[in-house]
């Protein structure tokens, strides 16, 4: 609504002088302020904010008439009245100086268009030349406590109990006084009930004049409060009647207001109660209250003091309250409350220490409510503190709050509700900036191509795709546009903005013309003829319809008001207009789909029809009147109508699954009457057109019903043409703010499943429910409310404390407006249940349940109805959770939201929880039974508080089990923990269960966050050109790091290495070597300590050849292909290169994996390049070893290079660049164009690679190779003694690939761009990670000193 933006400015008055002001007035237009200090009356201009006049009275005047107390200025500005101590009225004329002259005037470049083109113009772009002259003088002999000024006439209340109504010309003649003794008071208007009250001896102290109530809401000294209206419409003593409201007596002062019928009273307790009039009986009603409540103010709720002052803004939308003991806070008009200055950053520096709240003395809106000025009162007693000093000469000061407010306070329209516009002095806030980021990263081209879309789409309105929540929601900044300077300088203030549909254009409204922007193209359209702009003055707002902007003006040349429709390609001129005639003057448009409705002052409504032509090389538009409705009836003051729309609302036909396109058709109309929702139906009760005769545009609109009054105290409406048949409940309601009561909606109720609904149920139902921001727009599809909140940020360490006046970046903190929404859903299921509508409810959740936030609806649904219910002082008849419990069992989601709510609520109230829901123990199980293993950890904290701990063992054994099986290792790591937890006796006594926190993806287990297992690879620094893999398990700390200690040797320690055993001993049998290493690696499992111990039982191998195959199908690995002419013409097969012998053993026994360098053919170590290869020999070659399938022994031999200037690690990049399984190598060694190989080379290299399984498995394999090859060193060793022909280790290369190099000196180039030192290398893994393994304890020094002696080896996990 309205929120306050950055620091308020302090305006110095240019005369310094002793007196300083107290009270402040503006004029009708708000565009002069009257500022009245003792003896002195100031006029100030708005913009520029700066003095225009005073006049000081002289000190023989001044002895005669008093201080100056009040003023008031007649409605056209042309005079003003002042009131002093002593009785007089003093009347002033306020004189415009002649030729035109101003006291600022802007200076323009040269060349700049923009120059005086019509009448006023510069007078109201610039601060006006006044002067104040004295007119007359009137002595009532009486103190005057209040003055009202009513058109040509000014009503002025005195002590003595009289009303004085004299002409503002000053006749005597024209004067009248009323004694209060002659006017009737009663509490009511009956005739029936006399005069029952006695108002002798009682003056009026404040009061107000209320054009639309047609009366003065006026405060008696003794404080009481009461309306005083005409009976007839002459204001004598026997026409007048007051009317008086029962139970006040603390009345202090009065503000009314005029759009909603509303007279505000502040009273002496700091509350301020706000009546209308009944219209049945012509009482008082008590409407709402505005006041700090304990809850949200618990410090000075009551501390407040007596209300000062109230003042409604402009557009009567909000209204501003100050205290006696200073502060300001802003409520709704019907009560929502906005901001308060007495609490927050408002009320404390940033150290804590505590300010003294701001007095205000007088206040007042300036014009469209975009300012408030108010003058502070703190100064007064400073003066008095330096009067020992003469000549100290104090300056005037003026505070002006600035104010951004909603586009719906002034401009309603409802052709876009999903947009959140606010609009400033200068500027407008748009929350559809998310958008922006996409189409401004664009090219121009793509820009300029955005336009013919829009533009030649004639269902662009048909089309209402709703934004996404990233669009709307997205972040809580906004997207601000700078209004135009050149359009801002003479045609300040802007009083309408609207944006279209699509959340991309915006066009606003100011004192004359337009202008409008277009987010894409970061560019703002205004009339190029700058005498079109100031002759049009738009009067009843502006709305975009498709690339259209509609808008009801008043031309001030031809004097004749018109509806006129601008496109938004075409520039801005009045040749490209669509204009219309309107026969009287437009108070409010809006649009819905292709018709336009036009309130006008006659209290009559008009509807329109819109046609899109393309005939032309620009689109135009043809309007026409399709239908006229007559209101004066039942509106009895045409500036009491809020808003006005279009709807597809109906509350009794079509109300059924069957006929889903009526929805889109214009089937009543909503006005919302000052504050009554009223709607008007189409009479179908005559005779139905058929479908088919229906076609026809010609046709004759169906009249209108009589209104019915929908709901009470109504700020805002929200509604949609768009139709979805999956949320037709959403789509199809009325949304409602209704300001302190929150939120209403209008919901239709649908039979289910096409059954024909009972004739006894209504066909809708409006719901209550209370949000906790301010409503700005309803996202209807998403069931999101979107608003603004006032944030505050503190500045005043920047500067130092003293006793001198501080700046206002110390007294105030700097004012933010933030984007917000709020999830309303889990109000209207709770509503339908309360209500016994739990089918209706089920209906709306299932259309809701794709939604992202869908289970946090449900979790918050349960949560308040359990706080509510559960700490109820009272008992409950009819408690409503067992229904919202048996309602969430319908959605899969019900076990989850039954724990997090547990967990977000406090111990005490479980047992109540559950005794609905059900036993936590069947929920875990339930958990189980589903899989859902998180789930089910989380209720394992609620069993471990509710139940004993045997209980609470037997379930996490039970998990722990299945995590196992499941493979959740980090679920198995808290199970363990946990496990040990209640074997120790850590948890004999429950602790308090987290309430805030949301259970984390590993069941809820915080406190074991920094207990958890890992693993960590620690890097040496290289001593003697060796590279140390080391291989650390981080164990848990804390008592559980004692878990694989000796010592820790407990019961229940070993009934958790049982369950390990046990299931490794599972995992082993079924031969699933790849999970029971993942198992060993997560948990820490000993597994080569286990194996060990199991060789002779579950760990010997009975079936090679299962065992073989099953290894090949948990990595993906490929079976060895060998084609049988390999076998024929291998070299390696004649003999003609030797075997590696026992060099090759050597390098075998001390094997580690490459890195990703390595690989890449780049290894500096010291030796000759040798690479191995695969070479596959039968032992016992004959002609018929090809029939069949034959035994082979394989080994790695050695491919020798043809020239010593070739290098291996050129061979190593053919084979890892030619690879089809990992195509991440792009590296290929320079020397590989001088490698010269075979065809039977080349032909062996690519069955290596065909062999080759993925990297992953890869990497997975390396930790058992070099193992299995210390374990079979020994029996390869005797077997090359024994036989000549080579063998093949290549049956056991599935397990692990292997690329070996040893580098030549010198190195090769890329040796010397990668490696610093011999034999260190940076180990990189593809993961992301580092893993070390430390090398095995039983090389011995042997094989330590050939491994130094033949280079070192890395080696690259992942």
Known sequence: MYFLSGWPRRLLCPLKGSEKPFYIQPDSRRLIFALLSQTQISLWYSRPSVLIVSYKESAKAASQFGSYEKTEWKSDSSMIAVTTANGYVLLFDIVYSGQEKCLYEPVYPKGNPRVKVTPGYKEEQCAPSLSVEMKKVLDFQAKITSLQSMQDDLVIATNDGILHLIHWDGLTNGRKAINLCSVPFSVDLQPSRGPSLDFESVHIEDMEYCATLDGFAVVFDDGRIGFITPVSSKLTAENLHGVCAQEVTDGTCVAVNNKYKLMAFGCANGSVLVYTMDTTTGAMQLSHKLELTPKHYPDIWNKTGAVKLV???????????????????????FGAHLFCTLDGDFAHYSDGTKKEPIKISSMSWGAEGYHLWAISSDGIQQIGNELENKSVMQQAEILQFQFIKSALTVNPCMNNQEQVLLQGEDRLYLNCGDTLQNQNSSTASANSGHQPVREKNPLYNDILVPQGLSTLLGHRHWHVVQIHSTYLESNWPIKFAAIDQLGQCVAVAGRCGIAHYALFTRKWKLFGNITQEQNMAVTGGLAWWNDFIVLACYNLIDQQEELRLYLRSSNLDNVFAHITKVQSQTLLINVFRDMVILFRVDCSICLYSIDRKDDGPNPTANVQVLQEVSMSRYIPHPSLVISVTLTSVRTETGITFKMPQQACAAESIMLNLAGQLIMLQRDRSGPQVREKDSISKQKKLLPFCAPVVLAQCVENVWTTCRSNKQKRHLLEALWLSCGEAGMKVWLPLFPRDNRKPHSFLSRRIMLPFQINIYPLAVLFEDALVLGAVNETILYDNLYVHNNEKEPLEVLFPFSTVERTSQIYLHHILRQLLVRNLGEQALLLAQSCATLPYFPHVLELMLHEVLEEEATSREPIPDPLLPTVAKFITEFPLFLQTVVHCARKTEYALWNYLFAAVGNPKDLFEECLLAQDLDTAASYLIILQNMEVPAVSRQHATLLFSTALEQGKWDLCRHMI?????????????????????????????????????????????????????????SMPSGPSAKRWSKDADSTENMYIDEMLWRHARRLLEEMRLKDLSSFAAQLGFELIGWLSKERTRVARVEDFVKALKRLHNDFLWPFPVIPSSCLVNSPFKNGKYKAVG??????QSTETFVSNDLESGVVNTRGSHICLSLNTAPTQMDSGSLQGPQTQDAILSPLLSKGDECSIGSATDLTETSSMVDGDWTMVDEGFSTLSLTQSELEYISMELANKGPRKSQVQLSPGYKPFLNRIKPQLQKLNEVTEEQVQPEAFQPLSRLSISKAVEPPSPWAEENRTTVGHVNNQCDGGGSIGRQEEDGQGEEEEEQLEDEGSYECSLS
Do not use: Y
């Open 311 to 333: 003042r409604w803004s402009p557009d009567c939308s909000v209204a501003m309250v100050t205290w006696e003991c200073g502060g300001l806070s802003l409520w709704s008009v």
């Open 977 to 1033: 923990r946990f496990l040990k937890a209640i074997g120790a006796g850590e948890l004999e006594t429950p602790p308090p269960t987290p309430t805030t926190q949301e259970p984390s993806s590993s069941g809820g287990f915080e406190f074991f966050k920094h207990r958890s297992i890992s693993f960590s690879q620690s890097a040496e620094s290289p001593n003697g050109g060796k590279f140390n893999l080391q291989k650390t398990l």
């Open 1142 to 1147: 026992d060099q090759f053993l050597k390098s």
